[in-house]
């Protein structure tokens, strides 16, 4: 069987390049992969941002794209809401083939069988606000790679607890607040929030 850390920490990066992919930030990329993160689909715009042809993303696993500046951390906590059945807004910054980067947002469908064991996951992810990514998300991430690469991922983790623990949110409680921010205090309700992401997304 195929483990799912391992599938997430396969294929060789390219190097870094310190300037953004030049996209159609109108566009929603969307993908479907297995339930250990394996490529299966992808649309159009997915793969003109990753800047792969269409072959060299199937069969491949997800972090392809995974940008180094990426704390560990923020994939573990993406995948213990997805492993659960929960759809999680994460911010991350992907990495295409040339090595430049994207910021998104994610949204996801999960999959499950009539055993409720989980088939797939259909993710679908919009550029991401670059005020939001430059002010709250940008500092966060830099201290916690900082944090794992002295100590590791566990001690990143414990920061990350104590950081949202301080603040009174979950991980998706804070992405939703900052990105639903300046919307009138109605549309800021739990329930008018599921209708901003649903448009957002367009499902």
């Known amino acids: 069987m ?3 850390a391992s599938a997430m920490e396969e294929s060789p990066a390219p190097t870094p390049v310190n300037k953004e992919t ?11 992969t297995d339930p250990y993160g394996v490529i299966e689909y992808a649309n159009d715009a997915f793969i003109e941002v990753s800047g792969y042809e269409e072959h ?5 696993p997800h972090n392809i794209i995974r940008h ?25 910054k992907n990495m295409s083939k040339s090595g430049r980067y994207y910021w998104v947002i994610t949204d996801f469908e999960v ?15 919009r ?7 430059q002010k709250h998300i940008e500092p966060l991430y830099e201290k916690l790679l900082q944090i794992e690469a002295a100590t ?3 001690a990143s983790e414990k920061y990350l607890i104590g ?26 309700q739990a329930t008018e929030k599921k209708g901003f992401f649903t448009k957002l997304f367009a499902r």
């Open 2 to 4: 195929i483990n799912l």
């Open 22 to 32: 030049g996209w159609d930030k109108s566009k929603i990329l969307k993908s479907k």
């Open 56 to 60: 060299e993303l199937m069969g491949k």
């Open 68 to 92: 180094p500046d990426m704390p560990r951390v923020i994939f573990k906590v993406l995948w213990d809401y997805l492993k659960k059945g929960r759809n999680i807004h994460a911010i991350v």
């Open 111 to 125: 999959s499950t069988n009539d055993k409720g064991s989980i088939t797939s996951y259909y993710g679908r992810r």
């Open 127 to 133: 550029a991401a606000p670059p005020e939001i990514v």
């Open 152 to 154: 590791g991922m566990v």
């Open 163 to 188: 950081f949202l623990e301080d603040i009174g949110k979950t991980y998706n409680e804070f992405i939703e607040d900052m990105i639903t921010d300046g919307l009138p205090p109605e549309e800021k």
